[in-house]
């Protein structure tokens, strides 16, 4: 778990906000999860369970912000004068039901 004393390390100078690995692809800044099921392959059931029809609804979204409050791209290069920066993952309508 990162926070403003335990931030996320990005490898170079140079870095941007893409280079951190998520659940929401670099590509887009929002998801469905009914997308990452069935284009992105995240989906695990122990048992074997295939979702359900219909069975997965809602969203995942994230966004960036530099210390003021201002909004980022994440391929903006990152200025140490306006860390830290803020990573905000959320979700809306969420629902994932399985066959059984």
Same mark, same amino acid.
């Given at each position: 778990?990162?926070? +403003?004393? =335990?931030? !996320? /390390?990005?490898?170079?100078?140079? *870095?941007?906000?893409?280079?951190?690995?998520?659940? $929401?692809?670099?590509?887009?800044?929002?998801?469905?999860?009914?997308?990452?099921?069935?284009?992105?392959?995240?989906?695990?059931?122990?048992?074997?369970?295939?979702? +359900?029809? =219909?069975? !997965? /609804?809602?969203?995942?979204?994230? *966004?960036?912000?530099?210390?003021?409050?201002?909004? $980022?791209?994440?391929?903006?290069?990152?200025?140490?004068?306006?860390?830290?920066?803020?990573?905000?993952?959320?979700?809306?309508?969420?629902?994932?039901?399985?066959?059984?």
């Amino acid at each position: 778990t990162s926070s +403003a004393t =335990n931030p !996320i /390390s990005l490898p170079y100078v140079g *870095s941007n906000l893409s280079h951190i690995e998520m659940i $929401v692809p670099s590509s887009t800044n929002s998801v469905s999860l009914s997308d990452l099921v069935t284009r992105y392959n995240y989906w695990r059931d122990d048992d074997g369970d295939e979702p +359900a029809v =219909n069975g !997965i /609804s809602g969203d995942i979204s994230v *966004s960036f912000t530099d210390k003021d409050g201002n909004t $980022v791209s994440r391929n903006d290069v990152l200025d140490k004068c306006k860390a830290p920066y803020r990573v905000t993952l959320s979700s809306t309508g969420g629902y994932l039901q399985t066959q059984y």
